[in-house]
């Protein structure tokens, strides 16, 4: 009989072990909830351990301490710092609310790399990455055209169209 007591005893003892386990598996998925981890490169902290931080905008542009500049513009802009000897020699390039990083941003910032001598680094899907602006394939600083619109009296004729006819007169 005493037997029969300790055999329902550890029984008892096993099945509240496993339902305690399984509480605790259940509250510990709970708090993670698929969620990740924040890039830390991306908040004030992580930009902190870079020189300098500027945003990709749209067409090839950058957000430099607020102000949309374009590629040719953003050279000029760390031209001055060089000259005044405030130029970083590291430099984050972060997506704006407006644009992501581009291959364009990646190929300007690689020749701000090549001219300046700086070490430009960016965010490659939750990595962080250096730009070899040799693989990145540097290409020249651009000022930035705005697309041209043309009024309605013009769409659809093109500049060789036809000369002159006096029966639109």
Known sequence: MKSMKAMNAVCLFRRLAAACLLAAVLVLAGCHRGSTKDDPYLTPQGQQQFDATIQAYKSGQF??????????????HFAYLKETGQLPKTVLLVPSDDSKVRKQHLQYMARLQLDYGFIVYYDDKGTLKKIDPIETEARDLEDYHAPVKMNDEQQGKSASGGGFSPEQH
């Open 63 to 76: 957000l430099v301490d607020g102000a949309v500049l374009s590629a040719l513009d953003t050279g000029s």
